[in-house]
């Protein structure tokens, strides 16, 4: 059974630090491309940031840039975002999704982990 | 780039049909054929219910149906049942960016 399971949440000031992980069983976590992708309380869904199977190509929205760091450790089935000088808007529920290996879209999605920023 | 547009409601009767719209431009939903569509239950993570346009993932009840015209895909559910009552998110996914719809709640009265 395929499972992503996200850790690492929780309540930071603004400015703060914090880092996520995402942690994959049931498949064979090299062979896929992985997201982030987060939802405001009540708001709807915002792509995050994009890493390659080997992790050598990395993109960002705009809205992190320069701030958020994706990584991956293959070798332990995971995937962590970095989140640097956070603000109030970043406040969302974070998901890691795959990305399918032949259709271009989100087979499976984590659970989420909420991320707070607030002071 | 900015979000996909979608209207921020629909309903419909159960048995009945409704269509949701998903509007984008040329350099997204017209200019690639990977629009995807998720519903996403309270508390729930998304679930894929339409990939690359018009396909159906696996398990995915046949009344959902997708299409594409021009800078707009539209996602259909034929004979609304009150399971489907969800949010529903409009995608359109190239391996260097996603875009999202701002979501449409859709009510099954």
């Known amino acids: 059974e395929v499972k992503l399971v996200e850790s690492g949440g929780g309540l930071v000031q603004p400015g703060g630090s914090l880092r996520l992980s995402c942690v994959a069983s049931g498949f064979i976590f090299s062979n896929y491309e992985i997201n982030w992708v987060r939802q405001a309380p009540g708001k709807g869904l915002e792509w995050v940031s994009h890493i390659t199977r080997s992790g050598r190509a990395i993109y960002y929205a705009d809205s992190v840039k320069g701030r958020f760091t994706i990584s991956r450790d293959n070798a332990k089935n995971s995937l962590y975002l970095q989140m640097n000088s956070l603000r109030v808007e970043d406040t969302a529920v974070y998901y890691c999704?795959?990305?399918?290996?032949?259709?271009?879209?989100?087979?499976?999605w984590g659970q989420g982990t909420l991320v707070t920023v607030s002071s | 780039q900015s979000a996909l547009t979608q209207p921020a409601s629909v309903s419909g009767f159960p048995g009945q049909s409704i269509t949701i719209s998903c509007t984008g431009s040329?350099?997204?939903?017209?200019?690639?054929?990977?629009v995807s569509w998720y519903q996403q239950h309270p508390g729930k993570a998304p679930n894929v219910m339409i990939y690359d346009v018009n396909n159906r993932p696996s398990g995915v009840p046949h009344r959902f149906s997708g299409s594409k015209s021009g800078n707009t895909a539209s996602l259909t559910i034929s004979g609304l049942q009150t399971e489907d009552e969800a949010d529903y998110y409009c995608?359109?996914?190239?391996?260097?960016?996603?875009?999202f719809g701002g979501g449409t709640k859709l009510t099954v009265l």
């Open positions: 040329s350099s997204d939903v017209g200019g690639y054929n990977s």
């Open positions: 995608s359109s996914y190239t391996s260097t960016n996603v875009l």
């Open positions: 999704a795959r990305v399918n290996a032949y259709w271009s879209t989100y087979d499976y």
